[in-house]
């Protein structure tokens, strides 16, 4: 039987709204960082797993600092804003490409294409003793392997991997640059990032009791209870107006909203040029 909370006196122990005062200071690295961790236990409660241990973590301190909890660092790649090479990484629009970036973008690569570009090239590059012919290949199925990286990954980049002809002039490498950043952005789907910028209001969301919000549904969704809509609007709010609709017409689209991949994005893009203003300051 599905137990109903209809009183804020039968929520769980660790619930005090006093916990999450912290996400006043949230910057939009820190709101990418929080908003994700919740994404993620939601899914990974969906899928039957048993993340306990995470979730004490989180109830404990819920404006969590990953950097703190080797755990929470391992499975949430959001702690990557409080990595030094990873933020350095992110914020140069045009650079060099890294050991690291080459590994990640390999690993995007779906999983049947990248297994058969390893036996192809594991051919061609055997040991020096016992040289052989590079392998037949199958022009149909071997095709992808002149394809840029982000067509044949399983994940769009957030960056495209980018050669360039050193030998060809200033102006010519600037044009087709020019010509290939729309295609580039629409194919990797981050053509909405070119768009004039609006920073989000990181102090509606605290108003609105998105973290709070979220965590009650996250226990509602590990224990199987109900909440019910007047005690959440009890619980999330500093001050009860005596409307069961706030939250259900307010906080819960708003948070349902911010914990979707398009908007984990768009957040990711801002925290990246936030810290990238900060350091040109």
């Not at 004490?56 to 909890?69: G, N, S």
């Not at 009890?234 to 979707?260: H, Q």
Request: aromatic content about 10%; overall charge negative.
């Amino acid at each position: 039987m599905t137990q109903r909370i209809k009183n804020k006196s039968e929520l769980p122990a660790w619930f005090s709204l006093e916990k999450y005062q912290l996400a006043e200071a949230l910057d939009a690295a820190g709101w990418y960082v929080q908003l994700s961790i919740r994404a993620r236990c939601l899914e990974y409660l969906s899928q039957g797993d048993d993340i306990s241990e995470i979730l004490h973590l989180v109830h404990d301190a819920p404006v969590i600092d990953v950097t703190k909890h080797n755990l929470l660092s391992f499975h949430f790649h959001s702690g990557m804003f409080y990595e030094q090479p990873v933020i350095e990484q992110s914020m140069r629009g045009v650079h060099s490409l890294t050991v690291h970036e080459l590994y990640m973008a390999g690993i995007n690569i779906e999983e049947s294409k990248r297994a058969q570009a390893k036996v192809f090239f594991d051919e061609i590059f055997c040991a020096p003793e016992s040289p052989r012919e590079p392998p037949l290949i199958n022009g149909e199925e071997m095709a992808f392997l002149y394809e840029p990286v982000h067509r044949v990954s399983s994940n769009p980049p957030d960056n495209a991997l980018l050669g360039i002809n050193l030998l060809l002039p200033d102006k010519e490498l600037i044009k087709q640059f020019k010509t290939s950043l729309p295609m580039l952005r629409k194919e990797c789907g981050a053509a909405l990032f070119s768009a004039k910028w609006r920073k989000p209001d990181f102090a509606e969301w605290v108003r609105l009791g998105v973290l709070p919000y979220l965590d009650l549904m996250i226990f509602e969704k590990e224990t199987g209870a109900e909440i019910l809509n007047k005690v959440l609007e009890e619980t999330i709010f500093s001050s009860y107006e005596g409307s069961e609709d706030r939250v259900r017409k307010t906080t819960a689209p708003k948070a349902e909203k911010l914990i979707s991949i398009e908007l984990l994005a768009i957040l990711y893009a801002q925290a990246i040029r936030e810290q990238g203003e900060a350091s040109a300051g």
